[in-house]
């Protein structure tokens, strides 16, 4: 475009930004499926164990041999391939990533069309962003999560430790259950 992209759409990813913003960064559907399934993947013995019992295999490799991706899902081979360099609460957070990818796909594909966004771009960009918060919702489901916060006087990194998470990931669900809280 010769524009520089100045028309409607040239900033998609501001649009996804201000259509989170705009649900105060909550999905409530994204939260409901994720309660259920976090549920399911904690029977089945973690995530990378409920993967397997639906055909997906989980590889860590290094991250020479992803050239430069993190995660990478191999649909030949139906395998999730991650980046063996990672520390613990990222591969758990990119194995998320790919369940809420899979199994929430209607859920997140609802949120998307009612979005109405004006450019395939800000789908893609919001489609990441609630692949995002739907991997934040399984790993700190939000019944479970809003009773530790409580119980832990809002501690990051308390938090961080009983869900195995990072602290930016933590204090990302904070931030976004404390938007929902406050209504």
């Given amino acids: 475009r010769l524009d520089g992209g100045a028309a409607a759409g040239a900033d998609p990813m501001g649009e996804a930004r201000r259509f989170a913003a705009s649900q105060r960064n909550y999905f409530d559907a994204l939260d409901v499926k994720a309660e259920a399934l976090a549920a399911e993947i904690a029977d089945a013995g973690g995530a990378e164990a409920w993967l397997k019992s639906r055909g997906t295999r989980v590889r860590f490799l290094p991250g020479e041999v992803l050239a430069g991706t993190i995660r990478r899902y191999d649909r030949h081979n139906e395998q999730l391939l991650i980046d063996d360099g990672l520390d613990r609460a990222s591969r758990s957070y990119q194995l998320a990533v790919h369940v809420a990818y899979t199994a929430m796909r ?16 800000a789908s893609v960009h919001l489609r990441r962003a609630l692949g995002g918060y739907g991997a934040g919702a399984l790993l700190m489901p939000y019944a479970r999560f809003a009773a530790a916060v409580e119980a832990r006087r809002y501690d990051v990194e308390e938090l961080s430790r009983q869900f195995g998470t990072s602290f930016e990931q933590t204090a990302h669900r904070l931030t976004r259950s404390e938007e929902h809280t406050s209504e």
Avoid: K
Avoid at 106 to 121: D, F, G, H, K, Q
């Fill in 106 to 121: 209607a859920e997140i594909s609802a949120v998307v069309r009612s979005a109405a966004l004006s450019s395939e771009s």
